[in-house]
Each structure stands twice: as C-alpha cells, then as structure tokens.
C-alpha cells in the first residue's frame, strides 16, 4: 500500500494527481477519511523503512520498529479495506 494504491484509488474517483506531490495526496485521502492522518502514513513508512535493511548494531531499534508495526496492523488493515470499497464503489460494472 503506498503511492500506485493511492493515486490509483484518487484516479478512479476522478481525481488526477499523478502530477502532484504525493503530500498533496496523502492531505487529500485524510480529507476524504481514508487514512487517519498524513503524519499517521508517514510514521508508517518510517517505520517499515527502519526494517527495511539489517544492520547488527541496530537489532534492539529494529525489534522496535517491528512491534510498532505490529501494533498498527489492524489500522493498516481497516485503511485497505477503506480503499478497496471505495474503489468498489465507483467501479462500472
């Protein structure tokens, strides 16, 4: 879930912003209230960039990051289902 989700999901609901800087687009998914916040996804990319490589000297800031992110599955997992509906939602079939 990141940038193609997000500007995806903009443009099927008729909003282009392939063109715009993707904080334009995280303060409009938090307008229309499918994500918490624009400082909730970037704590989220945070953190995942915090485990995203392996270093040794930083086991204890890793397990950190990964219980963080444990603790947040649940709002990531109800901010995709957001999503996907509203993307069902405007889907022609």
Known sequence: MGERLFTSCLLVMGEDFSRKPFIDMLNRLEA?????????????????????????????????AINSICGECQEVSRVMNLIVEEIDKRRPF
């Open 32 to 64: 229309l209230g499918l994500i918490p916040s624009r400082k909730w996804w970037v704590l989220q990319r945070e953190l995942r960039n915090q485990i995203a490589h392996e270093y040794p000297e930083r086991r204890l800031e890793q397990c950190a």
